[in-house]
Nanobody, 119 residues
């Protein structure tokens, strides 16, 4: 089992920045990939960014490329999402998720943290 705890959400004005953190505990040696997802009211959950735990390779949704950066600190078992140039449409609950190396999908989820961007 892997437990994920997010922090760093809040209220920010458009154009501002926030950094989300997600710390993993438990069987972290089996981690293959960690990702950030978000879900806005009335919308489906969408993938925002992901990082491969061993290599540090990343990918991003088109809507956040150039504005968001995902990174990880293996020693701290923590993944970060630096969000710059925030827009009102970035408002959502952001979730951290993890998948084991052999998993075909994300199988561990955090509790979520609210990000609200005011115009």
């Amino acid at each position: 089992q892997v437990r994920l705890v997010e922090s760093g959400g809040g209220l920010v004005q458009a154009g501002g920045s926030l950094r989300l953190s997600c710390t993993a505990s438990g069987r972290t040696l089996n981690l293959g990939r960690l990702g950030w997802f978000r879900q806005a009211p009335g919308k489906e959950r969408e993938s925002v960014a992901a990082v491969w735990w061993s290599t540090g390779s990343t990918n991003y949704a088109d809507s956040v490329k150039g504005r968001f950066t995902i990174s990880r600190d293996n020693a701290k078992n923590t993944v970060y999402l630096q969000m710059n140039s925030l827009k009102p449409e970035d408002t959502a609950v952001y979730y951290c998720a993890a998948r084991a190396m052999w998993a075909s999908d994300y199988n561990y989820w955090g509790q979520g943290t609210q990000v609200t961007v005011s115009s």
